[in-house]
């Protein structure tokens, strides 16, 4: 339904069961109006619905086609090292660890205890995955082909683009702090890839987002960058990011001290 074709992805999604990470029903769903009735039927689970894990402070397992769209863009491949950065219960980690295989490896980062410790549960039948807990902007992990983050920043860390391997996918939300204020959710937020080519980096704009704020992951700089750039619109257009904040302002949908996405 979201005119993704990656076969991988779709057995993936066949093969892994939500209910596993999400524990027993029933289970909180999210609708236009809020949570619905609690509802015990598994098939609720396989609608394009978001449910509650932590239902008190809005966290939520995300939409399973916005996942799909984020997770085609960055394309895990088979024997990559694919790292999650923000992980919740694991069901996204898993569906990362069924496609790159045994041959390859997922690090899943879960800041809250609560959940990092569901997901340490959830995923150890998977040897391939390791569920660390702590901050997803400061923990240090090995050179990645995939990290895929979930939870909103306001840039693109150096923590992250310094760790993607040579043709390695950064697939992440940019969300400004109006998206989670006053503004219609996902007003103010959108998803992009981000591809190491060398000492370049391309960057293209996936769909609009919503997430979380992720701790460690924002600064009122870069966010006022943002929230200007999603006023003026244009963020499709984006081709490539900069670690610098001094390409010309004509050239650039964001430009921020350190960084920049730019048309060209």
Same mark, same amino acid.
């Given at each position: ?5 990656? +076969? ?10 939500? @209910?596993?990470? #999400? ?6 769903? $999210? ?18 619905? #978001? ?7 809005? $966290? ?22 694919? /790292?999650? /950065? ?13 496609? /790159?295989?045994?041959?390859? %490896? ?5 800041? @809250? ?27 240090? *992990? ?5 990290? =895929? ?6 840039? +693109? $860390? ?5 760790? #993607? ?8 939300? #940019? ?8 503004? +219609? ?6 998803? *992009? !890839?981000?591809?190491? %080519?060398?000492?370049? *980096? ?20 870069? @966010? ?5 750039? *999603? ?11 900069? %670690?610098?904040?001094?390409?010309? @302002?004509?050239? !650039?949908? /964001? ?7 730019? =048309?060209?």
């Amino acid at each position: 339904s979201v005119g993704v074709e990656f +076969p991988d992805l779709e057995e993936a999604y066949a093969t892994v069961k939500r @209910e596993h990470y #999400l524990g027993p029903g029933p289970w909180k769903i $999210l609708g236009g109006m809020g949570y619905r009735k609690p509802d015990d039927d598994p098939a609720a689970l396989y609608e394009d619905v #978001l449910v509650a894990i932590i239902p008190e402070r809005g $966290l939520n397992n995300g939409q399973p086609s916005g996942h799909a769209m984020w997770l085609a863009a960055a394309h895990p491949n088979p024997g990559d090292h694919a /790292v999650h /950065v923000g992980a919740g219960v694991g069901y996204y980690t898993a569906i990362l660890a069924h496609i /790159v295989g045994p041959q390859g %490896r997922v690090t899943a980062i879960e800041h @809250e205890p609560e959940l990092a410790a569901r997901a340490a549960m959830n995923l150890a039948h998977l040897p391939a995955v390791q569920v660390v807990q702590g901050n997803g902007a400061t923990i240090a *992990f090995d050179p990645a082909d995939v990290i =895929y983050v979930n939870a909103g920043a306001t840039r +693109p $860390l150096d923590a992250w683009l310094d760790r #993607l391997k040579e043709g390695g996918r950064l697939v992440m939300p #940019l969300t400004a702090n109006a998206a989670f204020a006053t503004m +219609p959710r996902g007003s103010q937020g959108a998803m *992009f !890839c981000i591809e190491r %080519r060398g000492a370049e *980096f391309l960057a293209e704009f996936v769909s609009a987002a919503a997430f979380i704020p992720g701790e460690g992951m924002r600064d009122p700089e870069s @966010e006022a960058a943002l929230a200007a750039g *999603f006023a003026k619109g244009g963020a499709d257009k984006v081709t490539r990011l900069y %670690r610098t904040g001094d390409r010309p @302002e004509e050239q !650039c949908w /964001v430009r921020a001290p350190g960084w920049a996405l730019a =048309y060209r």
